[in-house]
C-alpha cells in the first residue's frame, strides 16, 4: 500500500528513484528505456530540467530540476510511471509474455483491483529528496554515475560506456541524451 507524504512544490533539484516490481528487469526485458527518455521529453516541455540520469534493467535514478507548477512534483513522477507502466503492459502483452503478465496481475493488492489496477509495475512507494546543499547534490550525481559499475551490477568496465546514463556528459560534455548541467541549472534558477 502506498505510503502518503507531503506533496512538494518547492523549486530544486530533487533526486528521485523508482524500482520495478519485485526488483524485475522490466525495462531491460521490454527493451522500453525509451519510455523513460519520452517521460523526460515531457518534464522538459512542462519547464523542468533532466539534471541526471540512469536507467537500469529494473530501476531508475534521476536528478530533475523542478520549477514550481501547479502539480507537485510528487504527482508528475507518479504519473510518469502511470504512464511508463501502461506502455511496458502493453509491449508484454504484444511479446505474448503471459508468465510475466500474470506475475504483474497477482502483485496487484486486493484494494488496488477494486480501484480498476491490472497490474503491479513498480514497488509502490518511490524516493524523491531535495538537494538541499552543494555537497548532496555532488553525492547523487556520483551514486547515480556510479550504478552501472557497481559490485551488485558490473554492467560496464566504466561508467561513461553506459548507454543509458549521463555519465558520458559529466566527464567528457558529449550527450546521449540531452541533460542540463548542475551547475547551469544552479546558476539559471538561482540568480
Not at 19 to 24: E, P
Not at 79 to 84: C, H, Q
Not at 102 to 115: A, I, T
Amino acid at each position: 500500500m502506498p505510503v502518503q507524504k507531503e506533496h512538494i512544490y518547492e523549486q530544486g533539484i530533487y533526486f528521485i528513484t523508482f524500482t520495478n516490481y519485485k526488483l524485475i528487469p522490466l525495462f531491460q526485458l521490454t527493451n522500453s528505456y525509451d519510455l523513460v527518455y519520452n517521460w523526460f521529453d515531457v518534464l522538459k516541455r512542462k519547464g523542468h530540467s533532466i539534471i541526471a540520469y540512469v536507467i537500469m534493467p529494473n530501476h531508475v535514478h534521476a536528478l530533475i530540476g523542478y520549477v514550481t507548477v501547479p502539480q507537485s512534483i510528487n504527482t508528475i513522477v507518479g504519473n510518469g510511471k502511470r504512464f511508463i507502466a501502461y506502455d511496458i503492459v502493453e509491449r508484454l502483452e504484444r511479446s505474448n509474455n503471459k508468465e510475466l503478465l500474470k506475475k504483474l496481475e497477482d502483485g496487484v493488492v486486493p484494494s488496488d483491483r477494486q480501484k480498476g489496477k491490472l497490474h503491479e509495475v513498480y514497488q509502490s512507494t518511490f524516493d524523491i529528496k531535495l538537494c538541499r546543499t552543494y555537497d548532496f547534490l555532488v553525492q547523487k550525481l556520483n551514486y547515480i554515475h556510479a550504478n552501472p559499475v557497481s559490485k551488485k551490477w558490473m554492467l560496464v568496465k566504466d561508467e561513461i560506456d553506459y548507454e543509458h546514463s549521463s555519465a558520458l556528459f559529466y566527464h567528457t560534455g558529449k550527450q546521449r541524451y540531452e541533460v542540463l548541467h548542475s551547475n547551469d541549472w544552479i546558476y539559471e534558477k538561482w540568480r
